[in-house]
């Protein structure tokens, strides 16, 4: 409710006034978005009726709104229909693909083509057209009881506004996740301001009692106009302030006539607002449909345009409480009666009256999660599914309901609750498939949540329970198992325990699966990764390129199989193809809605545009995939992604930022043991180190780099040519990490590995006439290979090499090179070397 004087707020100015800006923001073409977060009844829907105020009057800005509705919460996309409603008609305008997936999200289209973060890019579209015409306010009232589809959409929205002139303003409690949003928390008024509120409201007010209410409403608005209201039933005992706030409405209920408090709980059990269904309802349940309207009288619901909201949202706490539990259940009946022609809403209330175990209601509750499940509304399938199985009687039956709303939870990406069901599941199921199933599950979370040793464990006993349960070993088993082999040596390889990712490789052998089968690449690719540990690069990358090679002709495979593919191309160098397959995962999962596989091809990805010098690129991708991480609930992907992030920015010479991002990257692996985040961090600070000429220090890092689990981590090998060059330029030996290298080089046979091994005997080569012919060797190969970054490094090194030996007019020619490649990759402090020598050695450096 608007605890407001016209459109002045008491005690509020400070809050005004961070709105007025947004606004101004927003008239001048400038985006902007707030998240106004209190308690109930601390006067966030004032402030954002004043915002719309304030927008319509002085700015000429137009307003739409949405406001989350509790029994809405678990139907996907109903908030944000209710945000876009008015302005339906404009959907056709935006591209295809967008429009499309509105539509399908809406259901006025096909389900099939639904992908939840094209939704979140057309409405970003559709309120950037809707504020070319006029500065456009988006006000979102009760975020925290937003459907989860809805929320995503609009924060998707929220986090890349810009320079469309919107200003987005969103009001919750507690509890509301907007992570990366600017908040403005709301506490109860100063003493000053209350006592000018109740003046000015209730100026008949006894001191004492004034006293009495300023004392225990703490300041919040809405209890102390509620509890003026009430003269002195509140001179008792304080209570908790939600419950003095219920309170008050409570006593005002009691005041009205028995046939309008019916209408009033109905309303209360139909809150999404169908004064249709309300008025129904109320009829069938023996009341006068104009029984409402002494409801609205007193000030306790309005009505307009078809809808029915209560002046505040515990009211309906109040109103629940304020009648029998029978009667709530009568009311809940009559709805699903009259809701015949709306099945989603109809299955929720039939669940709400039941009182046990209820076959129609749980049927009818699954019926609803499958279509929203056909709009990939995840969270509300879930929601849908674990309601119907708590109304399940029969134990198998709920088994399978538990497992499928567990699926659908990590689908949503909400980890914790998917754990939560799939172990609820396992304790009812007796199907050993299923409880396998159900323990693959809980590894997906279990890894997803940082946890890859569990996961291993878990795949491991999975795999045991299937082939155990199905001693006949059909194909679609050894699949099954197969898999979650498979899995379980990805898991083994994070952590960088051989005795573990050996284990997964035997029993994966042991399997014997035929060719027909599927997983031969994968197979072939773990056997690598275990013989790679354990003897070294020479034996295994032939077998592991397997894999590499059937990713890129099966673009129609399994995402994990192909996702498995696109990390092993990382580990045989072969960058080329893993940023092909990568994208091409990419690209399916989000024409599928699959967004769970997401942030683990962002991260593929990413990986291989910056092994290929691609730094832009590769800075865009990882970025995209902490919010694809994010978005699904997935914190384990984050330390990859931070670390490659922050290896960029020390290429940038931003070091700060770069250190700051290694430190969450060494938070990461202290918490859950994953190896490659660590590696990232130490290397990107080494390079650091590198090009700002602190080779000593450098060389510290790297050498965490070849030790412990990160040693058995893939950037041991990349990393080691940054050994070699910072061990030369101490003048100290570098046999082991020019053998490492060498090892893998001659494996991989790739043009550009030869050209930078050739780099690294040059570097080390004492006799000028072998280190000659060592870079011109390494200059031809890496006109191969494509691979700037490398290639400019060669060209710095010989060119310093060069100028020493006094070949100046040859140093040039590759120091021009040199800058002009760091200077279109952003490689400030390598740039910064480049052209120091080119000075010394007599040019004039741009």
Same mark, same amino acid.
């Given at each position: 409710?608007?605890?407001?004087?016209?459109?002045?707020?008491?005690?509020?100015?400070?809050?005004?006034?961070?709105?007025?800006?947004?606004?101004?923001?927003?008239?001048?073409?400038?985006?902007?978005?707030?998240?106004?977060?209190?308690?109930?009844?601390?006067?966030?829907?004032?402030?954002?009726?004043?915002?719309?105020?304030?927008?319509?009057?002085?700015?000429?800005?137009?307003?739409?709104?949405?406001?989350?509705?509790?029994?809405?919460?678990?139907?996907?996309?109903?908030?944000?229909?209710?945000?876009?409603?008015?302005?339906?008609?404009?959907?056709?305008?935006?591209?295809?693909?967008?429009?499309?997936?509105?539509?399908?999200?809406?259901?006025?289209?096909?389900?099939?083509?639904?992908?939840?973060?094209?939704?979140?890019?057309?409405?970003?579209?559709?309120?950037?057209?809707?504020?070319?015409?006029?500065?456009?306010?988006?006000? *979102?009232?009760?975020?925290?009881?937003?459907?989860?589809?809805?929320?995503?959409?609009?924060?998707?929205?929220?986090?890349?506004?810009?320079?469309?002139?919107?200003?987005?303003?969103?009001?919750?409690?507690?509890?509301?996740?907007?992570?990366?949003?600017?908040?403005?928390?709301?506490?109860?008024?100063?003493?000053?301001?209350?006592?000018?509120?109740?003046?000015?409201?209730?100026?008949?007010?006894?001191?004492?009692?004034?006293?009495?209410?300023?004392?225990?409403?703490?300041?919040?608005?809405?209890?102390?106009?509620?509890?003026?209201?009430?003269?002195?039933?509140?001179?008792?005992?304080?209570?908790?302030?939600?419950?003095?706030?219920?309170?008050?409405?409570?006593?005002?209920?009691?005041?009205?006539?028995?046939?309008?408090?019916?209408?009033?709980?109905?309303?209360?059990?139909?809150?999404?607002?169908?004064?249709?269904?309300?008025?129904?309802?109320? *009829?069938?349940?023996?009341?006068?449909?104009?029984?409402?309207?002494?409801?609205?009288?007193?000030?306790?619901?309005? *009505?307009?345009?078809?809808?029915?909201?209560?002046?505040?949202?515990?009211?309906?706490?109040?109103?629940?409480?304020?009648?029998?539990?029978?009667?709530?259940?009568?009311?809940?009946?009559?709805?699903?009666?009259?809701?015949?022609?709306?099945?989603?809403?109809?299955?929720?209330?039939?669940?709400?009256?039941?009182?046990?175990?209820?076959?129609?209601?749980?049927?009818?509750?699954?019926?609803?999660?499958?279509?929203?499940?056909?709009?990939?509304?995840?969270?509300?399938?879930?929601?849908?599914?674990?309601?119907?199985?708590?109304?399940?009687?029969?134990?198998?039956?709920?088994?399978?309901?538990?497992?499928?709303?567990?699926?659908?939870?990590?689908?949503?990406?909400?980890?914790?609750?998917?754990?939560?069901?799939?172990?609820?599941?396992?304790?009812?199921?007796?199907?050993?498939?299923?409880?396998?199933?159900?323990?693959?599950?809980?590894?997906?979370?279990?890894?997803?949540?940082?946890?890859?040793?569990?996961?291993?464990?878990?795949?491991?006993?999975?795999?045991?329970?299937?082939?155990?349960?199905?001693?006949?070993?059909?194909?679609?088993?050894?699949?099954?198992?197969?898999?979650?082999?498979?899995?379980?040596?990805?898991?083994?390889?994070?952590?960088?325990?051989?005795?573990?990712?050996?284990?997964?490789?035997?029993?994966?052998?042991?399997?014997?699966?035929?060719?027909?089968?599927?997983?031969?690449?994968?197979?072939?690719?773990?056997?690598?990764?275990?013989?790679?540990?354990?003897?070294?690069?020479?034996?295994?990358?032939?077998?592991?390129?397997?894999?590499?090679?059937?990713?890129?002709?099966?673009?129609?495979?399994?995402?994990?199989?192909?996702?498995?593919?696109?990390?092993?191309?990382?580990?045989?160098?072969?960058?080329?193809?893993?940023?092909?397959?990568?994208?091409?995962?990419?690209?399916?999962?989000?024409?599928?809605?699959?967004?769970?596989?997401?942030?683990?091809?962002?991260?593929?990805?990413?990986?291989?545009?910056?092994?290929?010098?691609?730094?832009?690129?590769?800075?865009?991708?990882?970025?995209?995939?902490?919010?694809?991480?994010?978005?699904?609930?997935?914190?384990?992907?984050?330390?990859?992604?931070?670390?490659?992030?922050?290896?960029?920015?020390?290429?940038?010479?931003?070091?700060?930022?770069?250190?700051?991002?290694?430190?969450?990257?060494?938070?990461?692996?202290?918490?859950?043991?994953?190896?490659?985040?660590?590696?990232?961090?130490?290397?990107?600070?080494?390079?650091?180190?590198?090009?700002?000429?602190?080779?000593?220090?450098?060389?510290?890092?790297?050498?965490?780099?070849?030790?412990?689990?990160?040693?058995?981590?893939?950037?041991?090998?990349?990393?080691?040519?940054?050994?070699?060059?910072?061990?030369?330029?101490?003048?100290?030996?570098?046999?082991?990490?020019?053998?490492?290298?060498?090892?893998?080089?001659?494996?991989?046979?790739?043009?550009?590995?030869?050209?930078?091994?050739?780099?690294?005997?040059?570097?080390?080569?004492?006799?000028?006439?072998?280190?000659?012919?060592?870079?011109?060797?390494?200059?031809?190969?890496?006109?191969?290979?494509?691979?700037?970054?490398?290639?400019?490094?060669?060209?710095?090194?010989?060119?310093?090499?060069?100028?020493?030996?006094?070949?100046?007019?040859?140093?040039?020619?590759?120091?021009?090179?040199?800058?002009?490649?760091?200077?279109?990759?952003?490689?400030?402090?390598?740039?910064?070397?480049?052209?120091?020598?080119?000075?010394?050695?007599?040019?004039?450096?741009?």
């Amino acid at each position: 409710m608007a605890v407001t004087g016209g459109t002045a707020l008491q005690g509020r100015a400070v809050e005004q006034a961070a709105l007025d800006a947004l606004l101004a923001d927003a008239a001048a073409g400038r985006s902007g978005v707030l998240v106004v977060r209190g308690e109930p009844g601390i006067g966030k829907t004032a402030l954002l009726e004043y915002a719309g105020e304030q927008a319509r009057r002085t700015h000429g800005t137009a307003v739409v709104t949405t406001t989350g509705i509790e029994t809405e919460a678990e139907i996907p996309f109903a908030s944000l229909h209710l945000l876009l409603h008015p302005v339906l008609d404009r959907v056709d305008s935006l591209p295809g693909p967008q429009a499309a997936a509105l539509k399908a999200a809406f259901g006025t289209g096909p389900g099939s083509t639904d992908d939840q973060l094209m939704v979140g890019l057309a409405v970003l579209s559709l309120l950037s057209e809707l504020a070319a015409d006029a500065p456009l306010l988006c006000l *979102v009232d009760d975020a925290h009881w937003l459907d989860h589809a809805s929320a995503r959409a609009l924060l998707f929205a929220a986090r890349r506004l810009q320079a469309e002139g919107i200003a987005l303003v969103l009001g919750a409690r507690d509890g509301f996740d907007p992570t990366g949003l600017p908040e403005l928390r709301l506490t109860g008024l100063d003493p000053d301001s209350s006592a000018r509120l109740l003046a000015e409201r209730s100026p008949r007010l006894g001191p004492p009692l004034r006293r009495r209410i300023m004392e225990e409403s703490a300041g919040n608005p809405l209890a102390l106009l509620e509890l003026a209201r009430t003269g002195d039933a509140y001179g008792l005992e304080p209570l908790p302030l939600p419950r003095r706030i219920q309170e008050a409405y409570g006593a005002r209920i009691a005041d009205l006539p028995a046939a309008a408090r019916t209408a009033l709980l109905v309303a209360a059990a139909e809150d999404g607002g169908d004064l249709d269904a309300i008025l129904r309802a109320t *009829v069938q349940l023996g009341a006068e449909s104009g029984a409402l309207g002494e409801a609205e009288r007193a000030g306790l619901v309005r *009505v307009a345009a078809g809808r029915v909201s209560f002046v505040h949202p515990l009211m309906r706490g109040a109103v629940f409480r304020a009648d029998s539990y029978e009667a709530r259940l009568a009311a809940h009946r009559a709805l699903a009666d009259v809701l015949r022609h709306r099945p989603d809403r109809r299955a929720w209330h039939l669940a709400a009256a039941a009182t046990g175990p209820d076959e129609e209601a749980a049927a009818a509750l699954e019926q609803a999660a499958g279509r929203a499940r056909e709009r990939h509304g995840h969270a509300g399938t879930a929601a849908a599914l674990e309601r119907s199985a708590a109304l399940t009687g029969d134990p198998a039956l709920r088994a399978r309901r538990l497992a499928a709303a567990a699926r659908a939870a990590a689908d949503a990406g909400l980890t914790a609750r998917a754990k939560s069901l799939a172990e609820s599941a396992e304790r009812d199921s007796t199907d050993p498939r299923t409880r396998a199933a159900l323990q693959a599950l809980r590894a997906r979370t279990a890894f997803d949540d940082g946890d890859p040793g569990t996961a291993h464990a878990l795949l491991l006993g999975a795999a045991d329970t299937v082939l155990k349960a199905c001693e006949e070993g059909t194909g679609e088993v050894r699949v099954a198992a197969g898999m979650m082999l498979v899995d379980a040596a990805r898991d083994a390889w994070q952590l960088g325990d051989t005795g573990r990712l050996r284990e997964a490789a035997d029993r994966l052998a042991a399997l014997r699966l035929r060719p027909e089968d599927g997983l031969d690449p994968a197979v072939a690719a773990v056997t690598g990764a275990a013989v790679f540990l354990e003897r070294g690069p020479a034996y295994a990358l032939p077998t592991m390129r397997t894999l590499v090679a059937d990713g890129r002709r099966n673009r129609s495979g399994a995402p994990a199989l192909r996702i498995n593919a696109a990390f092993v191309a990382g580990l045989v160098g072969d960058f080329d193809a893993g940023r092909e397959i990568s994208a091409a995962v990419a690209a399916d999962c989000r024409a599928r809605g699959d967004l769970g596989w997401l942030p683990l091809a962002h991260l593929t990805l990413a990986a291989s545009e910056l092994y290929l010098g691609r730094f832009r690129d590769a800075e865009a991708t990882a970025v995209e995939g902490l919010q694809a991480a994010a978005d699904t609930g997935q914190p384990n992907r984050a330390g990859y992604l931070q670390g490659m992030l922050a290896w960029i920015l020390a290429v940038r010479g931003d070091e700060a930022r770069s250190a700051e991002l290694a430190a969450r990257c060494h938070d990461h692996f202290d918490a859950t043991g994953i190896a490659n985040s660590l590696a990232w961090a130490e290397w990107a600070l080494a390079l650091g180190d590198l090009g700002q000429g602190r080779f000593a220090k450098a060389l510290e890092r790297l050498d965490a780099v070849t030790t412990g689990p990160a040693g058995r981590q893939i950037q041991s090998v990349y990393s080691a040519p940054d050994r070699i060059e910072a061990s030369a330029r101490l003048g100290l030996p570098a046999d082991e990490p020019l053998a490492r290298f060498t090892e893998w080089s001659d494996a991989s046979g790739l043009a550009w590995a030869d050209a930078v091994l050739h780099r690294c005997r040059a570097l080390l080569e004492p006799d000028w006439a072998t280190a000659h012919d060592l870079f011109g060797t390494a200059v031809r190969r890496h006109a191969e290979s494509g691979r700037p970054w490398e290639a400019a490094r060669t060209r710095l090194l010989f060119g310093e090499r060069l100028r020493r030996e006094r070949h100046k007019t040859d140093a040039r020619l590759h120091l021009t090179a040199a800058l002009d490649t760091f200077g279109r990759l952003g490689a400030t402090p390598w740039a910064d070397r480049a052209r120091a020598e080119l000075r010394a050695a007599g040019a004039r450096a741009p």
